[in-house]
């Protein structure tokens, strides 16, 4: 049947579209074209982005409809041959827990890789990255109190809530069928890193070259944080710190 054996969830700023691309070279694994499906995507509610610009206008798939599902299984026909199917749609990490029991009723075979990143530096990166695409200015030029807002925004900081998100995957799926991933170790070592992913798809490690292994994509424009921001992030997400030393015995830096 065309349906993806894994999904990459997240989180965003975390190195998903590098992982993207490195696992496109693989010739057993096959990935849409299109990096990102949001198929199983709730209804937006463009309220929580009030201010903040354009969040993008995307399709909303019905879970209960026969069209919607097989548009879905159009995108993996064409890896049919190839061992493993996959997609990666790192908004899926917030997703309720209505849906992700959903999500593995649909597929109960379903593989879940996660990959974790401190979170005020991905807040940070997802607001320099923001700020670029809204404006075109690789300089964070606005006034701290308007950057402030912005990643304090509800719908922002809830890709940082990785206790309530790795509780909701837990819920709906076994733990073996999860594998917790960092940023770090791309930035520090990522043919180990690639390694656990090829391990966790249970195919053979592709050989990359330095060159590849060290491609940056998807690179948020280079600022310094603001004290002020800095340190309304990390009072937020203390805890998130916390949670993520004591689940995963990681102190995480990048």
């Known amino acids: 049947m065309a349906l993806p054996n894994f999904i990459g969830i997240g989180t965003q700023r975390a190195g998903t579209t590098w992982l993207y691309e490195m696992l496109s070279l693989h010739p057993d694994i096959f990935l849409p074209a299109q990096k990102e499906l949001h198929f199983f995507d709730e209804k937006p509610d463009f309220s929580a982005y009030e201010g903040l610009g354009n969040p993008g206008q995307r399709p909303y798939y019905d879970m209960g409809s026969a069209d919607h599902w097989n548009w879905y299984r159009e995108q993996f026909e064409p890896g049919l041959k190839h061992k493993v199917r996959g997609e990666i749609t790192p908004f899926y990490a917030t997703l309720s827990d209505k849906r992700v029991a959903l999500m593995a009723e649909k597929l109960p075979a379903l593989k879940i890789i996660y990959i974790i990143r401190n979170p005020v530096k991905r807040a940070w990166s997802g607001f320099r990255l923001f700020w670029f695409l809204e404006t075109g200015h690789k300089e964070c030029e606005p006034a701290e109190d308007i950057?402030?807002?912005?990643?304090?925004?509800?719908?922002?900081?809830?890709?940082?809530?990785?206790?309530?998100?790795?509780?909701?995957?837990?819920?709906?799926?076994?733990?073996?069928?999860?594998?917790?991933?960092?940023?770090?170790?791309?930035?520090?070592?990522?043919?180990?890193?690639?390694?656990?992913?090829?391990?966790?798809?249970?195919?053979?490690?592709?050989?990359?070259?330095?060159?590849?292994?060290?491609?940056?994509?998807?690179?948020?424009?280079?600022?310094?944080?603001?004290?002020?921001?800095?340190?309304?992030?990390?009072?937020?997400?203390?805890?998130?710190?916390?949670?993520?030393?004591?689940?995963?015995?990681?102190?995480?830096?990048?």
């Open 147 to 254: 950057i402030r807002k912005t990643v304090m925004y509800p719908a922002k900081l809830i890709h940082g809530d990785y206790r309530r998100n790795t509780r909701v995957y837990e819920n709906n799926f076994k733990r073996d069928r999860i594998l917790y991933l960092f940023y770090d170790d791309i930035i520090q070592s990522p043919d180990e890193f690639l390694k656990q992913v090829f391990s966790f798809l249970e195919i053979e490690p592709l050989p990359l070259t330095g060159a590849e292994l060290k491609k940056k994509v998807n690179a948020a424009p280079d600022a310094a944080m603001p004290m002020s921001v800095e340190k309304a992030l990390a009072d937020h997400y203390a805890d998130q710190i916390d949670f993520i030393r004591s689940k995963f015995d990681r102190e995480l830096v990048y």
